[in-house]
């Protein structure tokens, strides 16, 4: 047909409009013309139109069943239009009439990736290099996706083989968000340094880089960052969020407010309430609060904050999160950790004392340390064996409140996942001061090692209040409870309560691990 050639010198040329216009002309006098479908599919693709694109493109790889070629770019642009499940089936017809093609079994990966199936896509990666060592987008997915699993020791050495191949600035940063999860803060550090290196205008790194750097202990740098990371994008979400967060922290509330109002991330309708309320501004307080109201009642902080209103001012509590927290406070023991002679506790505080973990920054902390990163996504033995322990009595704790009508057991985590967990090492004068698990939906507290307590004395115990914080008070009719743990103990409580440790002037230290579990 001498009418395809200048199509194809339009497609070439990059005029595909034009080439659309022609190959759709052409197509109406010879519909069986697969050469014009070829083009208008082409021509489509490459202006985005993936969806008329992808008409063209079934027609061609049907009547070339046996092209690995077609097969492949129907794949391609079956995944472009969102239809991943087609894109996987194409790509697993590619991988049958080419089984080496290490291509079709890495993008059967990112579409198995982004359908959240991480096992199949783990392997499909894990193929895709074994075909092609040097195939370094490969190596970095495969990190991505383990990391995703939580398995991160695979992800940091698969991070370390791309960046081995091409050091990118994505690539390091992907590397600093694993190692940053460790607790292995320096070497986040430099990662995140290295990407900024490599890119000086990558606002995530910098964003990251002021988070890592204020877990570590150095607040001043962290601002620096994130402000650099603000000077490149003024609307980044996480920079606005951290910074917004390190001016809460440092009780610098009504500057706080506007960079959560600019993050729009996670809780920062709650921050910005708890900045309010904090600074006497009820009245707004009490106008932002009510369009929450509207929304599902599933937010532990907005349940803090309505509830403490509610009994400051004597009205009644609108949240239905978890009215009566005090009621829900569980302790239980876990047996492995009990006995005098556990071999678990033992692993635990040799791991705690010489596992590289590193500290963070805890303003409400004092006389203590504080791990980073979530003690149950490491890889040693100890933690594991420990998760899997709490695991279960958390199961136990859901069992035990079933039926109760509150959000808290309502919406209870179908799946026992842990989003934090931490140790913290006090020493005499140790305690930390009343606070509440912002972003949790359960924690606990469980206890390896005890200080000696005096008879009559509650000296390293957990209190636990509707009140705490230095919230504004009008009176002090709100109710206590404490507990005084011993080793081997664990205590569950909802997220929204307040709690505290008590100071203690014994000489022994106070081990415990922390944790919280929420919704994924």
């Not at 690539?171 to 990662?191: M, P, R, V, Y």
């Not at 200080?451 to 390293?460: K, L, Q």
Request: hydrophobic share 45%; glycine share 6%.
């Amino acid at each position: 047909m001498h009418e395809i050639q200048p199509l194809f010198d339009l497609l070439n040329a990059g005029r595909l409009a034009s080439a659309e216009s022609a190959a759709r002309a052409l197509l109406a006098r010879y519909p069986d013309a697969l050469p014009l479908h070829q083009v208008l599919a082409n021509a489509l693709a490459g202006q985005g139109k993936h969806a008329e694109a992808l008409v063209s493109f079934r027609r061609l790889a049907a009547a070339n069943p046996k092209s690995p070629e077609l097969q492949f770019n129907l794949a391609v642009v079956a995944s472009q239009a969102g239809r991943l499940d087609e894109a996987i089936a194409g790509y697993e017809k590619v991988i049958a009439l080419a089984p080496r093609l290490a291509d079709a079994h890495y993008n059967l990966g990112t579409a198995l990736q982004a359908l959240g199936r991480l096992d199949a896509a783990t392997a499909s990666y894990r193929r895709a290099v074994a075909l092609e060592p040097g195939f370094f987008e490969a190596h970095g997915n495969l990190g991505a996706v383990l990391q995703m699993q939580g398995r991160l020791d695979e992800a940091v050495a698969s991070y370390r083989r791309a960046l081995a191949l091409s050091p990118d600035a994505r690539g390091h940063f992907n590397l600093g968000t694993a190692l940053a999860t460790q607790g292995k803060l320096d070497e986040a550090i430099a990662s995140y340094r290295q990407a900024l290196a490599i890119d000086a205008s990558f606002a995530d790194a910098a964003s990251s880089l002021g988070e890592a750097l204020f877990h570590r202990g150095q607040p001043e740098a962290a601002v620096a960052s994130y402000r650099r990371a603000l000077a490149i994008d003024p609307d980044h979400a996480e920079a606005n969020y951290n910074l917004g967060t390190f001016l809460y922290d440092a009780g610098e509330l009504a500057q706080a407010i506007p960079y959560f109002e600019r993050s729009q991330l996670r809780d920062w309708r709650e921050r910005a309430l708890y900045c309010l309320y904090k600074t006497g501004r009820f009245e707004e307080f009490r106008t932002r609060l009510q369009p929450l109201l509207a929304l599902p009642h599933t937010s532990p902080f907005l349940a803090t904050l309505s509830a403490h209103h509610a009994a400051n001012f004597g009205v009644e509590d609108p949240y239905r999160f978890c009215r009566n927290p005090l009621d829900f406070v569980h302790l239980a023991r876990i047996d492995a950790l009990a006995a005098p002679d556990s071999a678990l506790r033992a692993a635990l505080l040799r791991d705690i004392e010489h596992a590289e973990i590193a500290e963070r920054k805890q303003g409400r902390l004092h006389h203590g340390i504080q791990s980073s990163g979530n003690l149950f996504h490491r890889p040693e033995a100890s933690f594991t064996a420990l998760a899997a322990e709490v695991r279960r009595v958390v199961e136990d704790y859901r069992a035990r409140f079933t039926g109760n009508e509150s959000q808290f057991i309502q919406a209870f985590p179908a799946k026992i996942e842990f989003s934090s967990s931490w140790y913290v090492k006090m020493r005499t004068g140790g305690h930390l001061t009343s606070h509440i698990h912002e972003t949790g939906w359960l924690s606990g507290s469980l206890y390896l090692a005890m200080p000696r307590r005096e008879p009559g004395r509650d000296d390293g115990s957990i209190e636990f209040s509707t009140h705490g914080d230095d919230y504004p008070q009008r009176h002090t009719a709100f109710p206590k409870q404490t507990i005084a743990p011993g080793v081997g103990d664990i205590v569950l409580f909802p997220s929204s309560l307040f709690h505290r440790t008590i100071p203690f002037d014994a000489a022994e230290e106070r081990v415990c691990i922390a944790f919280d579990v929420k919704p994924g």
